[in-house]
């Protein structure tokens, strides 16, 4: 796994179109705020000497937090999610809210001794951009763009850019792939997220 495929799923951990809600005023500095938060949080579970598997509880805990998850999942299934059902989709929300949550829980280790910097963040079209830097040892620094909206009623980030690359594409193309192995039954997809 690469180091940008990890950072985005620990960006998103670690990450549906909601229906657009009327704006609550998100500013440039809210954005910046929530994203400085939730850097806080998972800079100290890096830190705080935990075992992976107590790691992941606390991802996915911030990644619940922070990430509108949703939104995220409902991206991630893509055109799939309009045939399922109001009950898969919260099946499969919740499945993959634990699935990215362990996926790149396991390489967090990786990140001790290191930490994310918030740097700046501006608008862009209807959202934000929370511009990071990681900083891992051993590794020159890479960049870390968060997208941050309050669509969903909440300020929550939506999506990640690592080093240009669009991470949550890179998820629908992954979810895409694991339905289309299932013979497209989103039933058996949420089935095996939720012990892989």
């Known amino acids: 796994m690469s180091r940008r495929r990890f950072a985005a799923g620990f960006a998103l951990g670690s990450v549906a179109l909601a229906l657009p809600l009327p704006s609550l005023a998100l500013t440039v500095d809210d954005a910046k705020d929530m994203i400085g938060k939730a850097v806080a949080e998972i800079n100290t579970t890096i830190a705080s000497g ?6 992941y509880g ?6 619940s937090r922070y990430a509108d998850v949703p939104t995220i999942a409902r991206s991630a299934l893509g055109v799939a999610a309009k045939k399922a059902s109001s009950a898969q989709m919260a099946s499969f929300t ?3 809210q634990g699935y990215i949550s362990r996926k790149y829980g396991s390489r967090f ?3 001790i001794g290191g930490s994310i910097e918030v740097t700046d963040a501006r608008p862009i079209k209807s959202y934000y951009e929370v511009i990071s830097v990681a900083h891992l040892k051993g590794q020159a620094p890479f960049d870390l763009r968060w997208h941050v909206s309050d669509k969903s009623g909440k300020n929550l980030f939506f999506n990640i850019i690592i080093e240009g690359v669009n991470m949550l594409a890179s998820e629908r193309t992954e979810i895409g ?3 289309d192995k299932r013979g497209g ?7 095996d997220l939720k012990t892989a």
């Open 109 to 111: 280790r990786e990140f």
């Open 185 to 191: 039954d989103i039933d058996k997809l949420i089935a």
């Open 58 to 63: 606390d991802f996915e805990r911030i990644f």
């Open 94 to 96: 919740k499945a993959f």
């Open 50 to 55: 935990k075992s992976q598997t107590a790691m």
């Open 177 to 179: 792939a694991m339905l």
